[in-house]
């Protein structure tokens, strides 16, 4: 298993939508999830969603209505659709995989930047 690679990153104006894709080799088929994460600074990463195998994908409850997790597994990647971004949304955002027996592997992709403006 490799270390999952974030791309489609950007800057964009308020109101605006980006996609980001998350390319995980060897994770999406597992029960263990892809995860979304974002850090603005001075904060901790927050979590953002997540999405396992074929269940459906799970939200932080201030995102959920503007953010979609999607998963190609064909194509091993998670996408994560932002859509009415606001300038809140600045970050860097970052993609987790999971795997082992109890899910306890963890990793993280280099993270990619989300810059939105007024």
């Known amino acids: 298993q490799v270390q999952p690679v974030e791309s489609g990153g950007g800057s964009v104006q308020t109101g605006g939508s980006l996609s980001l894709s998350c390319t995980a080799p060897?994770?999406?088929?597992?029960?263990?999830?892809i995860h979304w994460f974002r850090q603005d600074a001075g904060n901790p990463r927050a979590w953002v969603g997540s999405i396992r195998d074929d269940d459906s994908p799970t939200y932080r409850v201030s995102l959920k209505g503007r953010f979609t997790i999607s998963l190609d597994k064909a194509k091993d990647t998670v996408y994560l659709q932002m859509n009415s971004l606001v300038p809140e949304d600045t970050a860097i955002y970052f993609c987790?995989?999971?795997?082992?027996?109890?899910?306890?592997?963890?990793?993280w992709g280099q993270g990619t930047q989300v810059t939105v403006s007024s």
């Open positions: 987790q995989a999971r795997g082992g027996p109890s899910c306890t592997d963890v990793y």
């Open positions: 060897g994770f999406t088929s597992n029960t263990c999830g």
